[in-house]
């Protein structure tokens, strides 16, 4: 994939091919594209639109008028009436709106279900962040409200691997909506242990910025690759790296044994010119401020695509059966299938060579 990301054609035909009866236009450089959602089979259809143009980041917005609580307005809705969907680093232009964009509207809308008949939000996110969000309206892309991934709208957790680079599914646990992800990677990094995997690193989102996640990670030997939250911690600047008068001190190596990480002053004249830092939440082994925790970060798109994959192409998105029993059978099945395909398809190489 090229390093600039998809161009506008190219996302018109990955929705063109997902959507065939749906034709998307494209003036001035800019895809605008209008198709029918229906979240479920037992909900309406949402007419939706989404605007997408090569310096944004996609913007989607409901066609037709969505009904309210009493006294209350709609949830992780930006002022001007678009849809918060993601974090603000959460898209970028390497990801396919077909397999991201698409399929979280459609979650997003049976969020939204399920909030009018209940009055609770079970899509994650930060509600005072959303409510900022929409009193101040889409002037920047920091102004977006924080929707952890992970607990989005996905009743299920997965672990994909890019092993090899083919971003398969290795851990699967499906659990209601009530459950927070972020209480099941312990399991999951366990199981991929037990499937005789030795995972070096852990990428997960902000909504997995909590202490029992990277005691899982640590339990499992994985290095937590997570985003901060906005903790007081972090808003008092904990976080950020040792400095002196020579200026922000540079990363110098970590010792994974010892669980701390070296850190160097700029000029080296200080004494000591180098201090090791105990690793924890705010200093972890691979320091958030390098280019090898953004680079394994930005690799979490393959989860988001493998996702897009399961949903729309093996059937795991259109449930058609209700208790969690029955619905782990369907995903155990739909995420097995894909499984079995791959490996046909890895047995078939030397075959054919």
């Known amino acids: 994939m090229p390093r600039s990301g998809l161009s506008v054609a190219q996302q018109a035909f990955a929705l063109r091919a997902l959507f065939p009866d749906v034709q998307g236009k494209l ?23 989404i605007v997408y143009g090569p310096r944004g980041q996609p913007r989607v917005r409901v066609l037709v008028e969505l009904a309210t609580r009493e006294g209350l307005s709609l949830p992780h809705v ?36 399920i909030w009018l008949a209940t009055g609770d939000w079970f899509g994650g996110g930060e509600a005072a962040a959303a409510q900022r969000c929409a009193r101040a309206g889409r002037r920047g892309r920091g102004q977006r409200a924080a929707v952890p991934g992970g607990s989005r709208a996905l009743p299920s957790l997965m672990i994909s691997s890019r092993y090899f680079g ?21 399991a999951l990094l366990q199981r991929v242990r037990e499937a005789k995997f030795t995972p070096e690193t852990a990428t997960l989102d902000k909504g997995y910025d909590v202490a029992p996640v990277y005691e899982a990670c640590e339990r499992a030997g994985a290095l937590p690759i997570i985003p901060l939250r906005q ?25 994974a044994k010892r669980g701390r990480s070296k850190w160097r002053c700029p000029s080296g004249e200080c004494e000591p010119k180098s201090v090791w830092i ?10 958030r401020e390098t280019k090898r925790w953004r680079d394994l970060y930005r690799g979490r798109a393959s989860v988001e695509r493998e996702f897009g994959r399961l949903k729309h192409e093996w059937g795991l998105g259109p449930l058609r059966v209700r208790g969690i029993e029955k619905v782990a059978l369907h995903a ?13 398809r890895a047995r078939a190489v030397p075959l054919a060579a």
């Open 27 to 49: 003036k001035a450089g800019r895809l605008v594209w209008t198709g029918s959602l229906q979240p479920t089979p037992l909900s309406r259809s949402y007419r939706v639109q």
């Open 78 to 113: 930006y002022a001007d009436g678009t849809l918060c969907l993601h974090e603000p680093d959460e898209w970028t232009a390497t990801m396919s709106i077909a397999d991201t964009i698409v399929p979280w509207t459609a979650e997003w809308l049976a969020y939204y279900e």
């Open 166 to 186: 083919l971003g398969l599914p290795m851990a699967w646990q499906v659990e209601t909506a009530r459950a927070h992800e972020s209480s099941l990677a312990d």
């Open 231 to 255: 903790t007081p911690a972090v808003k008092r600047g904990d976080h950020r790296p040792p400095a002196c008068e020579h200026g922000v001190w540079t990363f110098a190596g970590a010792d």
């Open 278 to 287: 105990k690793a924890g939440r705010l200093h972890p082994l691979v320091p």
């Open 332 to 344: 155990d099945l739909c995420i097995l299938a894909r499984l079995a395909c791959a490996l046909s």
